[in-house]
């Protein structure tokens, strides 16, 4: 099934060919805007709330027209949001900085949806602890945020990826892999993860809750778009904080909602809240501002620009971490304040939580 951790190289392959500098999403004052995401939990609600009319409620609102459009390829998702074919995205935080930042598309995150609490593990075989994993090959989707639970993984018990061996494997091949005797340690999410708990031998030894707010799950838009259209922004955060707050409700139009948004993404009601008890969803508005107001964020962000230009992710130009500026709440820049092309804005956020969109 596809998801929000694909592999990274089909995006960098394809950053040559985009045209970066064509105005992307033709900045200007306009009402026609285009979003685009990806199956994953944390997403659902954007797919959802396209089809229960909640999309039409709140651009109708502020005269506007959003079309909604899902993508079975993430990767695909992030790259025609980069060449400027949509004005947002769903993207994790990682690969925000790493395409349309590092891509130079300055980008926005307006809607700080959610973050992974235990959606992403790292298994052994025939082992009780992470320690067991020194000397072992790895199975996972390289340069997806799973080498990066891996690389936070390995630094908390004093390893290194120099420790172990990377083997790169698709993430539809990974429970049938896990099955097979050569493999001994994989780093997976979810529903793999649920599924791989359960299969003889299996030890999960790690997990993203033990990473709490790093792993985090967005919705972003082209910087200058926004600053044009602030209603565009006013328009997401009601579309996702009306749904999400369905989501989470204790009532049977809450069910409801997470039977349908289980049966879009492949799977039931039962096994999408199992998916939703490893995630923490910031239905609450205030609680998404508390977060990506918290220096908590620069030290996470810190953390990905580092594993980013360990990679060779931030651009073939990228001389050091600090080659593409991130801009937090508060003033605080991260890197170059020259080239700031990533920014955390809690301004809609606040609106919503303020009862004021």
Do not use: C
């Amino acid at each position: 099934m596809p998801t929000r951790r694909t592999s990274l190289f089909a995006a960098l392959a394809m950053l040559g060919a985009l045209s970066l500098n064509a105005n992307p999403a033709a900045a200007q004052a306009k009402t026609d805007f285009k979003v685009a995401w990806s199956i994953y939990v944390g997403w659902m609600p954007w797919g959802y709330a396209s089809d229960a009319g909640i999309v039409q409620k709140w651009a109708d609102k502020y005269g506007l027209t959003i079309e909604v459009t899902q993508f079975n390829d993430y990767v695909e998702s992030i790259n025609q949001y980069t060449a400027g074919a949509y004005d947002a995205v769903t993207v994790t935080n990682m690969d925000a900085l790493s395409i349309p930042s590092a891509g130079g598309v300055d980008t926005t995150a307006v809607i700080v949806g959610d973050f992974s609490a235990g959606n992403d593990a790292v298994f052994v075989k025939d082992g009780s602890s992470l320690a067991d994993i020194k000397g072992r090959d790895v199975n996972l989707v390289e340069f997806s945020v799973s080498h990066y639970l891996l690389a936070r993984a390995l630094d908390s018990v004093g390893l290194s990826e120099a420790d172990v061996k990377v083997v790169n494997t698709a993430d539809p091949d990974m429970v049938g892999a896990f099955q097979t005797a050569d493999v001994t340690a994989m780093v997976t999410w979810n529903p793999m993860v649920s599924e791989i708990a359960t299969l003889p031998g299996a030890t999960k030894v790690f997990d993203s809750a033990q990473i709490p707010g790093e792993i985090i799950d967005l919705m972003v838009a082209n910087t200058q778009v926004l600053a044009d259209n602030p209603d565009f922004g006013k328009a997401l955060a009601g579309i996702w904080y009306e749904t999400a707050m369905l989501m989470v409700s204790d009532t049977p139009e809450g069910a409801a909602a997470r039977a349908a948004m289980g049966a879009a993404s492949g799977t039931d009601q039962a096994g999408f809240e199992a998916q939703m008890a490893a995630t923490e969803l910031f239905d609450n508005p205030a609680d998404a501002v508390a977060f990506t107001t918290s220096p908590d964020l620069a030290k996470t962000m810190d953390l990905v620009r580092l594993f980013l230009f360990d990679k060779g992710l931030l651009g073939a130009g990228a001389m050091s971490a600090d080659a593409v500026g991130i801009a937090l709440p508060g003033g605080t820049i991260l890197g170059d304040a020259n080239n700031v092309k990533f920014r955390f804005d809690e301004t809609f956020m606040k609106l919503a939580a303020d009862g004021a969109l």
